[in-house]
Structure formats: C-alpha cells, structure tokens
C-alpha cells in the first residue's frame, strides 16, 4: 500500500473501503478496485476470465499447502508497461509481452511494473511463474505457492519510485572505486598477464579504477581458492594494483565440484541446494585438468545463512585476506543446465516457491559479511537479482549478450527497465560478450558506439569473449585481445577520449547517486521520469537522461553519421558540441561521426564536457 498509515477504512454490507493518501481501495461483490483520491481516477480493477469462472483469483490445490495461483486484472488501450527487471527481447514497453518469471543468464526477474496509468505494483512472490499483459487483460502466474501476495502503490513515475525503495530497501553509497574505468576480458590466465594489462593502462595515462580476475583462476568450481601455478602470490597483486589506484576484482561462482575439498563437508551439512529426485547435481562445468571432460556440479544453497556463512569464510580466508573487496558474482541465477526448478528444494522452501529469491540472498550474503568487516561501500557485480538486490549493493550487468548492433539497441532498452525496477547499479559487456574480432573494421565500430553508450550507464565496464579463441576447447578457452588499444587507432582515438570524459563527469556521477539514495531515482533515467506529462517522453526508448541535467542520444546503427533525438517538452537543451540551444518537444537531427556522441544539457546545467585546455 502507499505507506503505512491508514487513512480511513469503511465496511459496508457489499463493499470494503481502504484509503491511504493518494489510494483508494474498493471490494465489492469480492473484486478489487484501485482509483487515486484526488482524481477519482481508476488505476486498475480485478476481472475474472469468464462469468462462470471462480472470480479474478484463482487457487488451484495440490494437496500439499501449495497451489497454482492466478490472478487477473483488466486490460486498458494505451496503457504502457516499464519495469519486470531486464530482458533480451529488445523493447521498453513490456504491454503486449508474455514474461517468464524465472531467472536465467540475461533474464532477470523482478516483478515490478510501472505503469503509465499511474501505479506500481510489485508482485510479491519468489515462485516460477509467468505474467502476461495481453490487449484482454493482465494474468499474473505462480506455479506453486502458498499465497497471493501483492504490493500497490500510486503517484508519478517518480514517487512510485521512491515509493518502491521505501518497501524493498534503498540503495547504499556507491562506492567511490566503482564509477571508474573496469577492464576485463575472458579470461587473464596469470598473475603476469593481469599486472602487465595493468602496467599498460598506467603507461599510457589511461584512466584504471577495476581489473578483474574471471572464473577459471581456481582448480576445482567451490573451492573458492587461488590456483598457485598461475596465481602465486595474489596479496602482492593486490597490493601492487591498490598502490597504483586500482582495484582487484575476483569471480565467485556458486557452484560446487564433487572434486572440490569443499563439496563433501556442504553437502553432508545439507548447504547445497537439494533435489526431490534425482542426485544433486545442477549442471556440467568442465575443471581445469588435464582433459575437456565436465563434471556435475551442485551449487551452495544461498537461501540457508549456514551456507552463506560457509561461503564468506572461504571468500574471507582466500581473497579477502589477500586486499579484495569487489566480488564478481557470476552465474548466480544460478545458472543450472537443463533449468529445472520444480525439481530443487531449498532451505527456504520448494524450487517452485523461491528459486527466483536466490540472486538476491547470494548477494546478500557477500554484503553482510563485507560490513561485518567495517566495508560501509560494498558492491558486488552480479549476473540476476530480484526484488530488494539494490539494498544488498547489487550491480547488474546484462549477461551473456552477443556482439551486435541488435544487442546494443536491445541493451539500452534492458537498462531502461533495470532503472524502473529499482536497481541503480547496471552496465553491459561493453562490445558484448560473444565473439567480436578486434582486427574487424565492423567490429571495431560497434565497441566504439558501445563505449559511447557505456560511458553513461552507472557502471562503465569492457569485457568479452573475443576472437580468435585460443587454448583447449570448451568452456575454459581464452578469448582474444579485448584492451582498449586491440581496436585500432581510429577506434583507440575515440575510446579514449570518451574515457577521459567519463572521469570528468565522476563527481557529477556520484552527487546524482546520492541524492537517489533517498529519492529511489536510479542515475540511468527514462525521459519518463523526469518529464511524465510530455507523452513523447513515454515513447523515447532509445535515449535517456544521465542524472538529472545530461541527456545522451547514444548511436545505435551500423553506419551511422547523424542522429534524430527527441528533447523533452519543459526544458531548453543545449547540444554540447554545437553549443546550438533548442527548445523541448522537438525533434532534432545532430551530427553523430564515429568519434561523437549526441549530448544535451539541461536548461543552465554546466558540466565538464569539453575536453580542458592544454
């Protein structure tokens, strides 16, 4: 509901009557209705699916305290639907799409929609399950659960949001480390390899603030360990790193090998994630060993504090000993091959009931035990997340995504519904992750439009899987050259520069960060949120404002010299390579080479854009 207080509450012979500010509730003849107070304005109403059918809500038993749950509301011409976490299917408005709530690499479930007819709701169940917002109505779907459990709230796009990180959590301080320049790739496979990627960054005067060890740095998955032959002595690396304003970031997995020390001791205490039939074994991950062969692997039950108190004790002895403090939290769908979570039993309950809760526990339990330690900044870079992640310091990024100009337009819509979902943290694998080959000129065009894009997302990271692929086959290939100088110099020329003003705009980043520490507004704006009574803003889904005051047009097209931008009606922008101000509810057309991106400032907004004087 819109708060905690009750404003007034009525009981009539065929009607109940709940009113909390701005929110009217009205039950009559067992259906909902939802209206604001101040307009009368209905926001939306249950309806069943047919006059014979049991109501709007639905319970179907199964004997065991669980059932199948449906739940129905009516569908409205025009309206919009933001929100639902992240997804690849390439569109801002979710009106129109059926959505599976279940996580998987680069699906990200948070059941929370925001709609242009003013309310949010959050559905409040971690079950599998699906929503569907078709033209005859809107069906919300729990597999199997115990209840029905929904939260409302009413105002514009911005009150709904901080309305919503009221009741989930609001995000912690980011911390001043993370808004830097990340660079990664898959994988550096030595100690050597890793400082020397470093050593070239700090030559060349290019801004460094995160290099990350990715997965494959153990022997066995569960380990949680360092593997001394190519990784001898880790706390020097640390230290090195730090003394050079660098910070070390470290993949953990939450899978564990039957060959790692760790396996049996979990598994005997019941910390793994168990399996109503069948052994627990959740996916084939190959090791390093001496051959490409995989093995069953189960993952640790996040869900359980014992385990998650396992987990930190091995994080604490083996990296956070050794300097770390930024975990790279991969995989924490998790990602199980074949995905079958009616089939898992958790501390918390059946897979059917709670395996959409799992990324944000995991997350959870990396950040307890980082302030446990005195960290008051922790953030964790992680692969899904539900409702509630962004008060655990949760980073999303979007997944496994291929190296397209497709995927790159798709992920600047994903973004814009991760920053309606009540996460302020988020980026991408800038270039993408599968494939791209850095002696390609089409390739090297893409990752310079997607540093363009990325330099404006909260967290602004390179990574990928890059050819020519070298090494043994399989998972625990490494990918080919992935620095900033492997593209070319017309590309180096542009990249750097978009580096250099990412560093510029870092105050600016985090003055804006904190002040949605409170407001809920993430830094990564839909124009919607700023500008709800413009209608044009509501259908912008290829531009968004960074902050406040700096709306950024990135380019999305193969080829692309020129870009059309809309600007928002209520304020006057000022393009800031031209200098040209234009009045808002306009479209503009702007000149867009590959070594520019369309920017616009706010009314009298000064920031530090241009390149400074020598």
């Given at each position: 509901?819109?708060?905690v207080h009750?404003?007034?509450?009525?009981?009539?012979?065929?009607?109940?009557?709940?009113?909390?500010g701005?929110?009217?509730?009205?039950l009559?003849?067992?259906q909902l209705?939802?209206?604001?107070?101040?307009?009368?304005?209905?926001?939306?109403?249950?309806?069943?699916?047919?006059?014979w059918?049991?109501?709007?809500?639905?319970?179907?038993?199964f004997?065991?305290g669980?059932?199948?749950?449906?739940?129905?509301?009516?569908?409205?011409?025009g309206?919009?639907?933001?929100?639902?976490?992240q997804?690849?299917?390439?569109?801002?408005?979710?009106?129109?799409m059926?959505?599976?709530?279940?996580?998987?690499?680069?699906?990200?479930t948070?059941?929370?929609?925001?709609?242009s007819?003013?309310?949010?709701?959050?559905?409040?169940?971690?079950?599998?399950?699906?929503?569907e917002?078709?033209?005859n109505?809107?069906?919300?779907?729990?597999d199997?659960?115990?209840?029905l459990?929904?939260?409302?709230?009413?105002?514009?796009?911005?009150?709904?949001?901080?309305?919503?990180a009221?009741?989930?959590?609001h995000?912690?301080?980011?911390?001043?480390?993370?808004?830097?320049?990340?660079?990664?790739?898959?994988?550096?496979?030595?100690?050597?390899e890793?400082?020397?990627?470093?050593?070239?960054?700090?030559?060349?005067?290019?801004?460094?603030?995160?290099?990350?060890?990715?997965?494959?740095?153990?022997?066995?998955?569960?380990d949680?360990?360092w593997n001394p032959?190519?990784?001898?002595d880790?706390?020097?690396?640390?230290k090195?790193?730090?003394?050079n304003g660098?910070?070390?970031?470290v993949?953990?997995w939450?899978?564990?090998?039957?060959?790692?020390h760790?396996?049996?001791?979990m598994?005997?205490?019941g910390m793994?994630?168990?399996?109503?039939?069948?052994?627990?074994?959740?996916?084939?991950?190959?090791?390093?060993?001496?051959?490409?062969?995989?093995?069953?692997?189960?993952?640790y039950d996040?869900?359980?504090?014992?385990?998650?108190?396992?987990?930190w004790?091995r994080?604490?002895?083996?990296?956070?000993?050794a300097?770390?403090?930024a975990?790279?939290?991969?995989?924490?769908?998790?990602?199980?091959?074949?995905?079958?979570?009616?089939?898992?039993?958790?501390?918390?309950?059946s897979?059917?009931?709670?395996?959409?809760?799992?990324?944000?526990?995991?997350?959870?339990?990396?950040?307890?035990?980082?302030?446990?330690?005195?960290?008051?900044?922790?953030?964790?870079?992680?692969?899904?997340?539900?409702?509630?992640s962004?008060?655990?310091?949760?980073?999303?990024?979007?997944?496994?995504?291929?190296?397209?100009?497709?995927?790159?337009?798709?992920?600047?819509?994903?973004?814009?519904?991760?920053?309606?979902?009540?996460?302020?943290?988020?980026t991408?694998?800038?270039?993408?992750?599968?494939g791209?080959?850095?002696?390609?000129?089409?390739?090297?065009?893409?990752?310079v439009?997607?540093f363009?894009?990325?330099?404006?997302?909260?967290l602004?990271?390179l990574?990928?899987?890059?050819?020519p692929?070298?090494?043994?086959a399989?998972?625990?290939v490494?990918?080919?050259?992935?620095?900033?100088?492997?593209?070319?110099?017309?590309?180096?020329?542009?990249?750097?520069?978009v580096?250099?003003?990412?560093?510029?705009?870092?105050?600016?980043?985090?003055?804006?960060l904190?002040?949605?520490e409170?407001?809920?507004?993430?830094?990564?704006?839909?124009?919607?949120l700023?500008?709800?009574?413009?209608?044009?803003?509501?259908?912008?889904?290829?531009?968004?404002?960074f902050?406040?005051d700096?709306?950024?047009?990135?380019?999305?097209?193969a080829?692309?010299?020129?870009?059309?931008?809309?600007?928002?009606?209520?304020?006057a922008?000022?393009?800031?390579d031209s200098?040209?101000?234009y009045?808002?509810?306009?479209?503009?057309?702007?000149?867009?080479?590959?070594?520019?991106?369309?920017?616009?400032l706010?009314?009298?907004?000064?920031?530090?854009?241009a390149?400074?004087?020598?």
């Amino acid at each position: 509901m819109d708060g905690v207080h009750i404003d007034d509450a009525r009981v009539d012979e065929n009607q109940r009557t709940l009113v909390n500010g701005r929110l009217r509730i009205d039950l009559v003849d067992g259906q909902l209705r939802a209206t604001r107070t101040d307009t009368g304005e209905e926001l939306l109403r249950e309806e069943p699916a047919h006059f014979w059918w049991p109501g709007p809500r639905h319970f179907q038993a199964f004997g065991d305290g669980t059932y199948r749950i449906e739940q129905r509301f009516a569908a409205h011409d025009g309206e919009r639907i933001h929100g639902l976490g992240q997804h690849g299917h390439g569109r801002f408005d979710q009106k129109g799409m059926v959505l599976e709530l279940q996580q998987r690499n680069g699906e990200v479930t948070i059941p929370f929609a925001v709609s242009s007819r003013g309310y949010g709701l959050l559905w409040n169940s971690p079950a599998v399950g699906r929503v569907e917002f078709a033209v005859n109505g809107t069906r919300w779907v729990a597999d199997r659960a115990r209840q029905l459990d929904y939260w409302l709230t009413t105002g514009t796009p911005a009150d709904i949001m901080r309305h919503y990180a009221d009741a989930t959590g609001h995000a912690p301080p980011m911390p001043a480390w993370a808004s830097g320049f990340w660079q990664s790739k898959l994988r550096y496979r030595t100690q050597d390899e890793l400082l020397a990627v470093a050593a070239e960054h700090a030559r060349r005067g290019l801004p460094l603030s995160v290099i990350v060890v990715d997965y494959l740095h153990w022997r066995h998955l569960g380990d949680w360990d360092w593997n001394p032959d190519d990784w001898p002595d880790p706390r020097a690396m640390a230290k090195t790193l730090r003394e050079n304003g660098v910070e070390l970031a470290v993949s953990v997995w939450p899978s564990v090998s039957p060959l790692s020390h760790n396996h049996a001791h979990m598994r005997d205490a019941g910390m793994l994630i168990a399996t109503e039939a069948g052994a627990p074994a959740h996916a084939e991950w190959p090791d390093l060993s001496d051959n490409d062969s995989a093995v069953g692997v189960a993952f640790y039950d996040a869900t359980d504090a014992r385990a998650r108190d396992f987990l930190w004790e091995r994080l604490h002895d083996n990296y956070y000993r050794a300097g770390i403090r930024a975990f790279w939290l991969d995989a924490c769908e998790p990602e199980m091959r074949p995905g079958h979570p009616h089939n898992l039993s958790y501390a918390a309950g059946s897979g059917s009931e709670v395996a959409n809760l799992y990324p944000r526990e995991h997350t959870r339990g990396v950040f307890e035990h980082l302030r446990a330690q005195g960290e008051t900044e922790v953030l964790s870079l992680v692969r899904s997340a539900w409702a509630g992640s962004q008060r655990y310091g949760a980073a999303l990024w979007s997944g496994d995504i291929p190296a397209t100009f497709d995927a790159l337009a798709a992920s600047v819509r994903a973004g814009l519904n991760v920053a309606l979902s009540g996460l302020p943290w988020w980026t991408t694998d800038i270039g993408g992750f599968h494939g791209g080959d850095p002696d390609d000129p089409a390739f090297r065009e893409l990752v310079v439009r997607w540093f363009q894009f990325g330099a404006f997302c909260p967290l602004f990271r390179l990574h990928g899987h890059r050819e020519p692929r070298t090494g043994r086959a399989g998972v625990g290939v490494a990918g080919g050259p992935n620095e900033v100088w492997s593209f070319g110099p017309d590309a180096y020329a542009a990249i750097t520069a978009v580096m250099r003003l990412r560093e510029r705009l870092r105050p600016y980043l985090h003055e804006q960060l904190r002040a949605g520490e409170t407001s809920g507004l993430p830094l990564m704006r839909p124009l919607l949120l700023e500008f709800p009574g413009d209608p044009a803003a509501w259908d912008a889904d290829d531009e968004f404002l960074f902050g406040r005051d700096l709306l950024v047009a990135p380019v999305l097209q193969a080829g692309a010299q020129h870009r059309e931008v809309y600007l928002p009606a209520g304020a006057a922008w000022t393009h800031t390579d031209s200098g040209t101000t234009y009045e808002g509810g306009t479209r503009v057309t702007v000149d867009a080479p590959l070594d520019k991106v369309p920017l616009f400032l706010r009314d009298d907004a000064r920031l530090p854009i241009a390149e400074p004087e020598e």
